[in-house]
């Protein structure tokens, strides 16, 4: 069903500091059913293509070393609306503008390390879902 799923990815610097049950209990604790989940490392190639849309932007270069740098936890989740919602949930991309009581506001340590993913669209939930996980890890 459209609509229904969102990507998300615990970034490095969250997983090297030990974050990531606080980080899933939060995202249980919002509503959204974990329907894959799976502690991975991009290389660098893999982090360039997932952020190929960025690609030029004066940040790309240091973005997909970073992403690159250390294992990231990586999931789908569920619920009604769960691109949006995990996007409020998420907080704006610098957590010096992030709202109260999001994962940025709370996790983020920059705009550049700022903890999590999150897709900005069913589309792309999609594409991301299937980047990182085969038909058989989902169900
Ligand atoms: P979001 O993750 O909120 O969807 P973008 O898609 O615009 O944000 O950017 C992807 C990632 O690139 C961000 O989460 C952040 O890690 C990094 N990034 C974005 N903009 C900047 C910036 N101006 N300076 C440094 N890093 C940035
Ligand atoms: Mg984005």
């Known amino acids: 069903m459209s609509g229904n799923i969102t990507f998300t990815m615990i970034k490095p610097e969250a997983v090297e500091k030990k974050e990531t049950g606080a980080i899933l209990k ?25 952020y190929g849309v ?24 569920e619920k009604n609306n769960a691109v ?18 999001t994962l940025r506001k709370e996790f983020a340590e920059s705009k550049s390390k700022n903890a999590v993913h999150g897709s900005d669209s069913d589309e792309n939930a999609n594409i991301e879902a299937n980047f990182f996980f ?6």
Request: aromatic share 10%.
């Open 26 to 50: 939060r995202i249980i604790e919002g509503g959204f059913k974990i329907k894959a989940l799976k502690m991975t490392r991009l290389t660098k190639e893999q982090a360039g293509e997932f």
């Open 54 to 77: 960025h690609k030029g932007k004066p940040f790309y270069e240091s973005l997909i070393t970073y992403m690159s740098n250390g294992p990231i936890l990586a999931a789908i989740l």
């Open 84 to 101: 949006a919602d995990f996007r409020k949930l998420l907080g704006k991309t610098d957590p010096n503008e992030a709202d109260e009581c």
């Open 134 to 139: 085969s038909k058989r890890e989902r169900f």
